[in-house]
């Protein structure tokens, strides 16, 4: 159990348009989903947290109009790369933590990734 | 500031090696420790955490981690390295909040 899926796994978009990327949890119910993003040879670095039903909360240095988050039911959180430009190519993660189950601990689960290539 | 390093930056074994990657996270409070591997082309996965209790940890596919409060460190180690575990490997910290804090990651490569 515990499954994190994300799609697309892989985009090409043109300078300038949006693309969307959605993070869904397949077998539980996540209020909290955060997204990463990892660029080559470097850790991952959290851009925002996704609860559910309300304002995502962005981190330092994250343009919150440039990356919409909308985390619309308890198991889909949606990013968009508004206006993409070359530098916002990367590899882009979701995760979900699962929580309210008695006697167990925070734990995320991660999802696959989706590689966003703007030309 | 929480900061979490891992300075092993690339590692290289032959199978039947043993392994240990080092971690060392920042004083923070109270702190959670995780380790998460990622597979070439896959997600990432859980290895083993540390919550509290003993402080030597088991994870899955014989990796253990121990978390020495001391040295802020929580280094992992696997006895006997196989080519699968040709991955990247992550530390990471929660502080407080349900925020992870990822160190750099380590690139493991192990030949046959």
């Known amino acids: 159990g515990a499954v994190v899926s994300q799609h697309p796994s892989r985009v090409i978009c043109k300078s300038g348009t949006s693309v969307k990327i959605e993070c869904r949890s397949l077998d539980f119910q996540a209020t909290t989903m955060f997204w990463y993003r990892q660029f080559p040879k470097k850790s991952l670095m959290l851009m925002a947290t996704s609860n559910e039903g309300s304002k995502a909360t962005y981190e330092q240095g994250v343009e919150k109009d440039k990356f919409l988050i909308n985390h619309a039911s308890l198991t889909l959180s949606t990013l968009t790369v508004t206006s993409a430009h070359p530098e916002d190519s990367s590899f882009y993660i979701c995760s979900a933590e699962r929580g309210g189950l008695a006697g167990t601990t925070y734990e995320q689960y991660f999802g696959p990734g989706t590689r966003l290539t703007v030309t | 500031a929480q900061s979490v390093s891992q300075h092993n930056h690339h590692v290289i074994l032959s199978e039947a090696a043993s392994l240990e990657l080092g971690c060392n996270y920042s004083?923070?409070?109270?702190?959670?420790l995780f380790w998460y591997v990622q597979y070439p082309g896959q997600h990432l996965q859980l290895l083993l955490k540390?919550?509290?209790?003993?402080?030597l940890v088991k994870g899955i596919k014989g990796f253990e981690a121990e978390f020495i409060k001391s040295k802020f460190s929580f280094n992992l180690r696997k006895p006997s390295v196989q080519w699968s575990d040709t991955a990247e490997y992550f530390c990471a910290g929660l502080y407080n909040t349900d925020k992870l804090i990822f160190g750099t990651g380590t690139r493991l490569q192990v030949f046959p």
């Open positions: 540390y919550f509290s209790g003993d402080p």
């Open positions: 004083y923070g409070g109270t702190v959670n």
